[in-house]
């Protein structure tokens, strides 16, 4: 078990960890990505300890040759609603977010998209 894409999201202005955890054996792969509110002390702990900020795009992001990119769900956070990709090749895995309507949401639920689970109270 690993973790992936991680990163620091300022929604809002209210900050989460966004985390992708890797589980890995003989057949078997789950690499779901959860949402982890966090205090501004706690942000600021993690960048300087390394950890990058998520990025946003306006559009999703595209695979080429070099780099896969996977749909991973919708995010609901800070009264903003989110498509998050994990966008990884061989210098990077990270989580890119890109801002969504309702509708555009409860479309993608409904044909299978995965809810991101977001960790509400700061530990």
């Known amino acids: 078990m690993t973790i992936g894409a991680n990163s620091i999201a300022n929604i ?3 900050f989460f ?7 890995k ?6 690499d779901p990505v959860f949402g982890v509110r966090t205090t501004g002390q706690q942000a600021a702990a993690f960048l300087r300890a390394g950890v990058r900020r998520t990025k946003f795009a306006i559009s999703d992001p595209r695979p080429t040759s070099t780099t896969k990119v996977e749909l991973k769900g ?3 956070a ?4 989110f498509k998050v990709f994990d966008v990884e090749n061989a210098k990077m895995d990270i989580s890119v977010l890109v801002r969504i ?3 555009t949401a409860q479309r993608l639920i409904r ?3 995965r809810i991101i689970k977001v960790y509400r109270k700061p530990f």
Do not use: C, H, M, Y
Not at 17 to 23: D, K, Q, T
Not at 78 to 81: A, E, F, L, R
């Open 12 to 14: 809002g202005g209210r």
């Open 17 to 23: 960890l966004i985390v992708e955890v890797e589980a």
């Open 25 to 30: 054996t003989t057949g078997v792969e789950i």
């Open 74 to 76: 919708v995010l609901f």
């Open 78 to 81: 800070n009264g903003q609603i």
């Open 101 to 103: 309507n309702r509708a």
């Open 111 to 113: 044909n299978g998209t």
